[in-house]
C-alpha cells in the first residue's frame, strides 16, 4: 500500500494570506487558532460565499480542506443557470476563522471596503463517502464536483479549472451549476439575495455611508477590468469552456510560431 500523502500543514497554507495583510490596521483574523473538530463534525467540511466590495464587487467562494480555506474571487458570483459558467480567480488560502468576518477592512489595505456573509453552510464531494481526501485530489487535478448544503448555494455544482492565468499567475477556473432540482435556468442569486445570512443586513448596512462607492447599483456591463483587485486584470464576463479552449488554442499556435 502506497503511504498516504500527508495533508499540508494550516500555517504553511496561510503564509501568503498574511504576508499580505497588516492586522494591526485591519480587522481581519490572522488565523492560526483552528480548534479541532469534534468527531461527528470531521466529516462535514465548511463552505462560505462573502460578497466583497473590493476595487471591485466580487464574490469570495471559500471551501475548507486540510485546516484552510480554499479561495476563489468569482466577479459575477455563483449562477443558477447551468448555462451561465463564472469565471472564478483562484486567490490564497484563508483562514478558516474568515469564515465568521462580516464588517470593513479599511481603504488603503489589501483587499479593502464592504464584506458581507452572503452564505454559509457545508459542502461535500460528490463522490459517496469521499470526504476530504476526494476533495483533495479532485481540487489538485482541477476537476471538483461537489453539493452545497447551503441557504442560497444548494445541490450540484463543478469547479473546472482552466489552463488560464491571471496577471498575478493566479489559476482561473470556471464555477458551474449542474442541472438538478436546485437548477434555475435563467435565474440570478446574487440579484435575488443582497442581505447577510448572518446579520440580515445589506452592504450600506454593514459599510455605513455608501456616498461615491458604487455597489451592486453598477449597471452588470459597465465594469471594466482591474488590475489591482486580486492583481488579475478580468473579462467583462465569464467565458464558455469553449471560448477558453479557443484562445488557449490560438496563444499555443502564437508561441509555436
Ligand atoms: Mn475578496
Redesign the pocket.
Known amino acids: 500500500m502506497a503511504p498516504r500523502k500527508k495533508p499540508p500543514s494550516a500555517r504553511a497554507q496561510l503564509s501568503e494570506y498574511r504576508r499580505k495583510r497588516d492586522f494591526k490596521r485591519t480587522g481581519e483574523p490572522a488565523g492560526g487558532n483552528t480548534v479541532r473538530k469534534s468527531p461527528a463534525r470531521v466529516t462535514k467540511l465548511a463552505f462560505v460565499i ?1 460578497k ?1 466590495a ?1 476595487t471591485r464587487l ?1 464574490y ?1 467562494l471559500r471551501l475548507e480542506l486540510d485546516g484552510v480555506m480554499k479561495s476563489w ?1 468569482v466577479p459575477r458570483g455563483p449562477s443558477p443557470d447551468p448555462m451561465d459558467k463564472r469565471l472564478a480567480v483562484q ?1 490564497e488560502d484563508h483562514p478558516t476563522e474568515y469564515n465568521t468576518f462580516e464588517g470593513t477592512i479599511p481603504k488603503g489595505e489589501y ?1 479593502g471596503g464592504t ?1 458581507l456573509l452572503w452564505d454559509r453552510g457545508w459542502y461535500e464531494p460528490e463522490q459517496k463517502g469521499g470526504g476530504a481526501d476526494a476533495v483533495r485530489s479532485a481540487y489538485a487535478k482541477g476537476d471538483l464536483k461537489v453539493v452545497f448544503h447551503g441557504k442560497r448555494m444548494k445541490g450540484r455544482w463543478v469547479l473546472v479549472r482552466t489552463r488560464g492565468y491571471g496577471d498575478g499567475g493566479q489559476p482561473s477556473w470556471l464555477l458551474i451549476k449542474h442541472r438538478d432540482a436546485h437548477a434555475e435556468p435563467g435565474g440570478d442569486l446574487v440579484e435575488t439575495h443582497v442581505t447577510s445570512v448572518a446579520s440580515k443586513r445589506t452592504m450600506e448596512e454593514i459599510g455605513g455611508s455608501v456616498k461615491s462607492r458604487v455597489w451592486h447599483s453598477r449597471p452588470r456591463d459597465a465594469a471594466r477590468p482591474e488590475s489591482d ?2 492583481g488579475t486584470a478580468l473579462p467583462k464576463r465569464s467565458k464558455s469552456i469553449a471560448e477558453v479552449r479557443r484562445e488557449r488554442a490560438a496563444a499555443e499556435a502564437r508561441k509555436e510560431r
Do not use: I
Open positions: 462573502q466583497h473590493a466580487h469570495d474571487a486567490v483587499g464584506v483587485w486580486t
